[in-house]
């Protein structure tokens, strides 16, 4: 039976009637029409469904809909404002840290995570954050490069 659910992504409201058994990658995918997480392997062994949920990086298919409601979620689709893209993302593209492009919103998203938490991380901190998210088409240094550009980027553009 589906229950009325609250959910604020990005930034905008949506109430969805919801069964509970429903994850929240479902949600975004299926009901909000936001493709950028990634069924991967539908075990969070993977990292390819990576959003944030309440400041932190989580498994979009192992977290159920109705634990997500009422917390703020951010998926990739927020991160570009009025047509520029967020800074992790230009240093994805400028550092050529997008292969096949499958992982790379999960990337982000945990790159994501990490910056607003420690703006200014280690090459050590970069890769322990990205543990939980599985790249078959780079060796992650050109990730880890983009991350540390993206790091210097948002740094030259915090109010001083």
Not at 65 to 80: D, F, H, R, S, Y
Not at 108 to 113: E, L, N, P, R
Not at 133 to 152: M, S, W
Request: charged share 25%; with cysteine; proline share 5%.
């Amino acid at each position: 039976m589906k229950q009325l659910m609250h959910f604020k992504v990005n930034g905008k409201d949506h109430d969805l009637a919801v069964e509970p058994h429903r994850t929240l990658l479902e949600v975004l995918t299926e009901e909000l029409g936001l493709t950028g997480a990634k069924m991967g392997c539908n075990e969070g062994d993977c990292g390819s469904c990576t959003v944030i949920v309440d400041r932190k990086p989580v498994c979009s298919c192992l977290l159920l809909a109705v634990e997500a409601q009422n917390k703020p979620i951010e998926t990739i689709e927020g991160l570009a404002v009025d047509g520029q893209l967020h800074p992790i993302q230009q240093a994805f593209i400028n550092r050529g840290a997008v292969q096949c492009g499958y992982c790379t919103p999960g990337m982000i998203m945990s790159a994501k995570a990490l910056l607003d938490k420690n703006p200014d991380p280690s090459e050590a901190d970069i890769r322990r954050a990205l543990q939980g998210n599985l790249c078959r088409c780079t060796g992650y240094v050109k990730i880890v490069e983009a991350i540390l550009e993206a790091k210097e980027m948002m740094k030259s553009s915090r109010p001083r």
